[in-house]
């Protein structure tokens, strides 16, 4: 696993993969310097009228549900519709499952067009399974360790890979597991950490063909820039801006020697 890691980390670098995301008015500027600082290439857009253009130069697609409106989720719809035809990888981030009809309605709707991968914290994940959960809005009530046997049932009946993120992250594919145990709890007081997990998983998406081991190493990644720049920042703000250094400058010596990466079978 920690081979893969290093390999696709080199190849994401050499390639420098074209990432579209329609994501939240939020993190907009976050994720797209997060997908530079690791060496792919963001664009952010989510006017109807291109989607279709779009999505055609794009080599993966991130669709986040963040600040959804009644325009946007058009553009999401047509936007997963043409990824699912034309096999570009899309990752869906379900930010805010469970907190209001509309948003699982929509989720419902996006699930059609078969999302390649599906990133989201633990609350988020369970109400997507349709555990009867109630969500704290955007962050998660629950821990990943809870979310876990729904993940497993929202992987094989949406036949996508499921990420758990949370202390632990949980990478599900059918009957695989991955278990991530690196990143810091400072990451859980910014926003939009899940948000840049999610682009960072769809620039692997792009270069890796196996949608896994693409997200394992996007989750690797960010939970290891996550540690490193925890070791020096003071507090949510300057996590916030040495994540873009940590990122840019991880080296494959520091996956070997930190990835908290285990396949089980459990
Ligand atoms: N307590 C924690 N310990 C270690 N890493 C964490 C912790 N909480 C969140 N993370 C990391 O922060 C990132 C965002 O995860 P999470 O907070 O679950 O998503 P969201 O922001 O969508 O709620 C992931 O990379 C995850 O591993
Ligand atoms: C606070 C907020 N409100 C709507 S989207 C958003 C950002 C959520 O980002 P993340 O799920 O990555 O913390
Ligand atoms: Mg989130």
Known sequence: MKESVIKNLKILREKGPLVQSITNYV???????????????????????????????????????????????????????????????????????????????TLTRLLTFRPTIIRGNASEIMALA???????????????????????????????????????????????????????????KVT????????????????EPDPYLATVAGMTVMGLAGEIAARKAEGPGTLQLYLYDALYHLKESEVKQWAKVEESDD
């Open 27 to 105: 993190v907009m500027n976050n994720t797209a310097n997060a997908l530079l600082a690791i060496g792919a290439s963001p664009i952010m857009a989510h006017a109807k009228l291109e989607m279709a253009d779009m999505v055609k130069i794009v080599n993966a697609l991130v669709v986040n549900i963040g600040t959804l409106d009644e325009f946007w989720v058009d553009s999401m719809l047509l936007a997963a519709k043409e990824a699912n035809e034309r096999n570009t990888p899309w990752v869906l981030d379900p930010v805010g499952a469970g907190a209001t009809p509309y948003r699982n309605d």
């Open 130 to 188: 349709k555990a009867n959960v109630q969500t704290k809005g955007v962050d998660s009530a629950h821990s990943s360790d809870e979310a876990l046997a729904f993940g497993k049932q929202l992987s094989k009946e949406a036949s996508a890979v499921v990420c758990i993120s949370g202390a632990v992250d949980y990478v599900i594919d059918g009957d695989k597991l991955t278990r991530i145990k690196n990143g810091h709890e400072l990451m859980g």
């Open 192 to 207: 939009g950490m899940g948000c840049t997990a999610t682009a960072l998983v769809a620039a692997f998406a792009a270069v």
